[in-house]
């Protein structure tokens, strides 16, 4: 069955960086998109960008470009999303998400807590 | 790009049904069939429930329906139950290969 794993939260200060994987099993990694979604406390869900893990080819949402990076590596699976440049409103559960090339997000990640505090 | 517009609440009786909008534009949900439901539940992930404007996952209950008109999608619950209480967001692809969600609608089931 298609699985799609998070690393743990993360406490980070103000300006730090963060780095959240996502491990997949249960299917071919390369075969989908993976996209990365946030949801700060109490707020909606936030499109962050997407990834090739095939390609390694990117689209971010302009909200985020210059401050995200998001990469893969194919022998482990792994999908990583790296914010840098935290600020306390980054605070939020990061989320993974395979998607279908219909542009489902038809499999989520269990959610990582990034708290951005001094 | 602008998120999706939808309703923040909505409410209901056991049995009754009930209609969630999500409005748009032509850049993406009016331009494009490629618009997704999603149901979350306190603490939990988001769970697909509708793709492709108007079908259901594997498991996913026929009381969940989506349709769209214009540059407005709709999901609509029939037969609504206590365990339908949760938050519900559409998406939809974007023509600058993104993707969008709305704000999120509260459901409340009396």
């Known amino acids: 069955q298609v699985q799609l794993v998070q690393s743990g939260a993360e406490v980070k200060k103000p300006g730090a960086s963060v780095k959240v994987s996502c491990k997949a099993s249960?299917?071919?990694?390369?075969?989908?998109?993976m996209h990365w979604v946030r949801q700060a406390p109490g707020q909606g869900l936030e499109w962050m960008g997407r990834?090739?893990?095939?390609?390694?080819?990117?689209n971010y949402a302009q909200k985020f470009q210059g401050r995200v990076t998001m990469t893969r590596d194919t022998s482990i699976s792994t999908a990583y999303m790296e914010l840098s440049r935290l600020r306390s409103d980054d605070t939020a559960v990061y989320y993974c998400?395979?998607?279908?090339?219909?542009?489902?997000?038809?499999?989520w990640g269990q959610g990582t807590l990034v708290t951005v505090s001094s | 790009q602008s998120a999706l517009t939808q309703p923040a609440s909505v409410s209901g009786s056991p049995g009754q049904s009930i209609t969630i909008s999500c409005t748009g534009t032509?850049?993406?949900?009016?331009?494009?069939?490629?618009v997704s439901w999603y149901q979350q539940h306190p603490g939990k992930a988001p769970k697909l429930m509708i793709y492709?404007?108007?079908n259901r996952p594997s498991g996913v209950s026929n009381r969940f329906s989506g349709s769209k008109s214009g540059n407005t999608a709709s999901l609509t619950i029939s037969g609504l139950q206590a365990e339908d209480e949760a938050d519900y967001y559409c998406?939809?692809?974007?023509?600058?290969?993104?993707?969008?969600f709305g704000g999120g609608t509260k459901l409340t089931v009396l």
């Open positions: 998400a395979r998607v279908t090339p219909e542009w489902e997000l038809d499999y």
């Open positions: 249960g299917y071919t990694f390369t075969g989908y998109y």
């Open positions: 990834i090739n893990p095939n390609s390694g080819g990117t």
């Open positions: 032509s850049s993406d949900v009016g331009g494009y069939n490629y």
């Open positions: 492709e404007v108007s």
């Open positions: 998406s939809s692809y974007t023509s600058s290969l993104h993707v969008v």
